[in-house]
Every structure is written in structure tokens, then in C-alpha cells.
């Protein structure tokens, strides 16, 4: 607060006139880098309101707040995940400075998922948002997806985030792999509740799609059954383990969890 309180003072001397030569006791830093590093402190300590004090200051100050200036409060708006206040300021961000805004917004929207169960609903509603109001050439990343999904872990959030991803699919991933970690994730979510008539469904979306499942993906389905307490079911799944394994799967580890789980029931 100290720190926020000595930049209002500062912004309230403030001359925006350029000078070759600095006035006696001044310096010509520019205030970008101040208010820069008092936004990057506002947001370790989590606290919106003093940033948003703070750049009001320099709004009325009429300093001209660059492209890194902006990231900071962003960053800010994140960690404290408002995302009213953020996809207002993305779209202010996109004017002032012509930045791109899609790789942020979803950044921020996994960070917040990965970190704030809670959010996680929140989340999902604000990137089906954005999802629908972004431009057409925007590519929203698989790892907003992922996130949301994994953070939940609840079953109807991952249906709605399977949703989102099924109607935005042609913008979410630029490859296979991507795709893959979508369903992954799904699997991961029906692996946790034991819950095979889900994780039955996810499978043959998978297989509608084209896409491989992996030896992870399989070995979630064992969980799955495993919980489920269909040991048959979790033994036939574990049969295709090691030929769905690729090269970036180590298929003894992958084949090491699943026997885990087969052994602690």
C-alpha cells in the first residue's frame, strides 16, 4: 500500500512534456517501468484493488501505458481471478495497443482453473464466452481446455468444457496430439468416480473423431473399471496398454499404474 500510495504521488507531479535534460533532482525514467513493477507487486500479494488505484493514477496522469505495462495489470486481474474486470480490460488492452489478446485470456483462464477448484465453473463460462466473441483466426489452446476439466474433476463440468470443445474444435487444437489430450483428460475426470458408462462414451467419441487413444487413455479406462469394481472390464482394457503406447509413452509405466490399481482392489 505504501509502495501504491508514493506512486499516486509521483503520477500527481507528473509531466508527460518530454525533456532532453532531466530537471535538477528528477530523472527521466519512464513511469511505464514504475507502474510496472507496483502492478507485478500488487498482484504477487493479490491485491486488485491497489492496482486498479494505481492505474488509475497514471490514467489521469495521461501516461501513455505500453504493451508489458499492460501484461502486469493483467496479470494482476488474474490472480485474483476477476474475470469480469479482465475480458473488459483484454478488449481495452486490444485497442490501445493492438495486442493480441486470445494467448492471454486463455492463460489466464488455465491459471486460474489449475489453482482455484472453485473457479473452475467460472472458468468454463468465460472461455465459452470468449470462445464465441473472439475473432475467427483466434486459436484457443488445448490447455484452457485441459485445465478446466482437470481442475474440476466433476463430471458435469467436464461435460460442459467436452461441449465447448466440440463446438469450437475447428479453433481449439492444430493437432492430433491436442485433440488427444481433450479426451485424455475426460478419462482422467470418469477414472476418479469410477464411472465406466462415461468413460464408455468418452471412448467412442474418441473412436467417431479418428483419434488413437493412447496407453494413458487406456490405462484411465482400467482405473475407471477398477473403481467401478468390473475387474473383467479393467482386464480387458489393460490387454491394449502396450500396443497403443507411442513413442512419447513409456508403456511399462503406463502399464505399471494400471496394475496398481488392479492390485489395491
Known amino acids: 500500500e505504501v509502495a501504491v500510495s508514493a506512486f499516486e504521488h509521483h503520477m500527481g507531479a507528473y509531466d508527460k512534456t518530454p525533456r532532453e535534460q532531466p ?3 528528477t530523472n527521466n ?3 511505464n517501468d514504475t507502474l510496472c513493477d507496483v ?3 500488487c498482484a504477487w500479494w493479490r491485491r486488485l484493488d491497489l492496482a486498479q488505484r494505481a492505474w488509475e493514477a497514471a ?5 501513455v501505458v505500453d504493451k508489458r505495462t499492460w501484461s502486469s495489470y493483467i496479470l494482476a486481474i488474474s490472480k485474483c481471478a476477476k474475470f469480469g474486470v479482465l475480458w473488459p480490460a483484454l478488449q481495452q488492452m486490444r485497442r490501445e495497443v493492438n495486442a493480441e489478446v486470445s494467448p492471454l485470456m486463455t492463460d489466464t483462464i488455465s491459471r486460474v482453473a489449475s489453482t482455484n477448484r472453485l473457479k473452475a465453473k467460472e472458468a468454463l463460462d468465460h472461455l465459452r464466452a470468449f470462445a464465441a466473441s473472439s475473432q475467427p483466426e483466434d486459436f484457443l489452446p488445448t490447455t484452457a481446455i485441459v485445465s478446466c476439466i482437470l481442475s474440476a474433476g466433476r463430471l458435469d463440468h467436464a461435460k460442459k468444457a467436452y461441449q465447448i470443445h466440440d463446438e469450437f474444435k475447428s479453433r481449439i487444437y492444430p493437432d492430433e496430439r491436442s485433440q488427444e489430450a481433450v479426451f485424455e483428460a475426460l478419462l482422467n475426470v470418469c ?12 471412448l467412442d467419441h474418441m473412436l467417431k473423431t479418428d483419434t488413437k487413444p493412447s496407453g494413458d487413455a487406456y490405462a484411465f479406462l482400467v482405473m475407471a473399471s477398477v473403481r467401478a469394481g468390473d475387474l473383467d472390464k479393467a482386464h480387458e482394457f489393460a490387454q491394449h496398454i502396450a500396443p497403443a503406447a507411442n513413442q512419447t509413452t513409456d508403456p511399462r509405466m503406463v502399464a505399471s499404474r494400471a496394475l496398481r490399481m488392479l492390485a489395491a482392489a
Do not use: E, I, M
Open 23 to 25: 530537471r535538477k533532482g
Open 191 to 202: 477414472a476418479l468416480h469410477g464411472r465406466t458408462d462415461a468413460a464408455a462414451v468418452t
Open 29 to 31: 525514467q519512464n513511469p
Open 39 to 41: 502492478l507485478q507487486c
Open 59 to 63: 490514467q489521469k496522469a495521461g501516461v
